[in-house]
T-cell receptor
Framework: GDSVTQMEGPVTLSEEAFLTINCTYT??????LFWYVQYPGEGLQLLLK?????DKGSNKGFEATYRKETTSFHLEKGSVQVSDSAVYFC?????????????FGKGNQVVVIP | SAVISQKPSRDICQRGTSLTIQCQVD?????MFWYRQQPGQSLTLIAT?????????ESGFVIDKFPISRPNLTFSTLTVSNMSPEDSSIYLC????????????FGPGTRLTVT
């Protein structure tokens, strides 16, 4: 079935470092892909999305490109800040029974050290 | 995007009791969903709340344990019945707005602890 796989383990990096979080997916058809962010003690916020191959989603300095040939949607940011410390979830939207239902990866904790 | 609120924001309950969580949206939405996020884990879809009909449950979730209502296009409830400590989780509702494709927006969540 449809699924999302994120790289294992938390990510710890220094302020102004380059961030990459890997995400690959397995799906039939042409899913939409999303990155959600969960700041400490808060709910999920939609960070960015892409709905078709080669689309690039971007927001708040984060980017991710929908790569159908490698079934990937890696999240990148060129210079992270302490305020980017959060958990990041990759997700895909599956169309089933007339609904668009989200399947999430396990999430990656990102800790940015000053 | 729609503004979503949930009540209560958190609760501590005794095993064997039930808790009803409310999700209120400030505009009419086409779809509403309920998710569970167990401690340190990702989100798992419990069910799709269908307006005016029975919810559609995911594998592993049943109506007797998680009854859901959706009486109109802006409101839904999830009840966690006969609770056990394993039900300690954050419960989140999400919505899809008309004309916003497949984007889902989430409420702030309800943090439930069962003792």
């Amino acid at each position: 079935g449809d699924s999302v796989t994120q790289m294992e383990g938390p990510v710890t990096l220094s302020e102004e470092a380059f961030l990459t979080i890997n995400c690959t997916y397995t799906a039939t058809g042409y899913p939409s892909l999303f990155w959600y962010v969960q700041y400490p003690g808060e709910g999920l916020q939609l960070l960015l999305k892409a709905t078709k191959a080669d689309d690039k989603g971007s927001n708040k300095g984060f980017e991710a490109t929908y790569r159908k040939e490698t079934t990937s949607f890696h999240l990148e940011k060129g210079s992270v800040q302490v305020s980017d410390s959060a958990v990041y979830f990759c997700a895909l939207s599956r169309y089933s029974y007339g609904n668009n239902r989200l399947a999430f990866g396990k999430g990656n904790q990102v800790v940015v050290i000053p | 995007s729609a503004v979503i609120s949930q009540k209560p924001s958190r609760d501590i309950c005794q095993r064997g009791t039930s808790l009803t969580i409310q999700c209120q949206v400030d505009s009419q939405v086409t779809m509403m969903f309920w998710y569970r996020q167990q401690p340190g884990q990702s989100l798992t879809l419990i069910a799709t709340a269908n307006q005016g009909s029975e919810a559609t449950y995911e594998s592993g979730f049943v109506i007797d344990k998680f009854p859901i209502s959706r009486p109109n296009l802006t409101f839904s409830t999830l009840t966690v019945s006969n609770m056990s400590p394993e039900d300690s989780s954050i419960y989140l509702c999400s919505v899809v707005e008309e004309g916003r494709g497949s984007e889902q927006y989430f409420g702030p969540g309800t943090r439930l602890t069962v003792t």
